[in-house]
């Protein structure tokens, strides 16, 4: 099987491991597919999206996957059996523990740079659908005036059973990239209750057209990314030659660099929204407009031109990564704000060390995360300067909005080769090579912001959005 799969491997640039895991991945869209046509009833589609999920990450990452994935299992649900009242907390840390113990163990950053791949990527994504689900089972027990809305509208009342556990975690191989969605959802979708349930409307929209869609850009996203990488690798910055050209240049091969990168991810979800849109599940609604056109939100896990056009650091987490950002912002960000108090910075760069831990103890991941945290607090620091603004003075208005926006690529695609680098070595060789820019930039943002109040704008919906 390895040898047949060498020639393929080999003309598109990748391992076999790597292919293996991408056929498998692939699979995942027609195997979420035939969940609709699985006789049985809820019962029966419990039992097919956890077999699926495990026979899918058997042939992917082999047996050693599913016992991989067994001790965060058991740890939610027994938590959720045996101590209601701290399920929430104990899986939290636990969870989070045990995926530590495995990024030390397994080192995946290492083998993603050599093209090599691990079950540890599907665990991380795993982790965080086990302490959703036991979070919002906690949440059952609170009264509604200590429960802020997301949830409301999440808690579980009830312990989900041990198959309904299990079919929510590996349903159709969505625990290899995501999306993260809430086992609320997850059962109402089953069960064909809320949105899904058949109406005077009646049946639920075709995934068809949304699918698609989908697929066509999973192979614009692959084509580009193909095209692009040979060009711009990582490599180069630790090459002699990149450190004898000039600073502008070096600037622009990083943004290209990230740029890069990037559609690589655009990629890989892409394959993920088709698998979960034709399921069915990335059902989301309907719009309010006449006629009402279907919505497939719950499986967008990035908005590629909301990324790459955003105006503001802030907009990033809105538009990618765009299902854990939903999570993080839950069952983070959310949770550490005070009753009666407004969130901070505190708040935000607890939630991006979060993530970095998350994706794992490397150096070049916590440096970016904490830029990320700086980025976002400079940028807002701009944009509340901008509103401040009178209305009859638009030039200045947009001369800071365009200032935002350059900042906001500059200093992501300078923070991001940290993320794709990994080690401390090359981190602050490449940011060395650009003066460090891109943090010395939002430090001296945030430090202005200080010494430069804004008048508080009259209107603060825009804002809010921040």
Known sequence: MELAMEPMAAAIGVSVPVLRFLLCFFATVPVSFLWRLVPGGPTGKHLYAAVSGAVLSYLSFGFSANLLFLFPLLLGYASMVLYRRRCGIITFFLGFAYLIGCHLYFMSGDAWKEGGIDATGALMVLVLKIISCVMNYNDGLLKDEDLCEAQKKNRLLKLPSLIEYVGYCLCCGSHFAGPVYEMKDYLDWTEEKGIWA???????????????????????????????????????????VYHEWGFWKRLGYQYM????????????????????????????????????????????????????????AAQIPLAWNIQVSTWLRHYVYDRLIQKGKKPGFLQLLATQTVSAVWHGLYPGYIIFFVQSALMIAGSRAIYRWQQSVPPNMTLLKKLLAFLNFAYTILVLNYSSVGFMVLSLHETLVAYGSVYFIGTILPIVVILLSYVIKPARPSRSKAWKEQ
């Open 198 to 240: 058949h109406s005077e409307k009646g049946l639920p929209p075709s995934p068809c057209g949304a699918t698609l869609r989908a697929l066509a850009q999973v192979v614009f996203c692959m084509g580009l990314y193909l095209y692009l990488v040979p060009k711009f690798p990582l490599s180069r910055f630790t090459d002699p």
């Open 257 to 312: 660099s990230g740029f890069t990168a990037r559609w690589k991810y655009y990629f890989i979800w892409s394959i993920s929204e088709a698998a979960i849109i034709i399921s069915g599940l990335g059902f989301s609604g309907w719009t309010d407009s006449s006629p009402p056109t279907a919505l497939w939100d719950r499986a967008k896990n990035v908005a590629i031109l909301g990324v790459e056009l955003a105006k503001t």
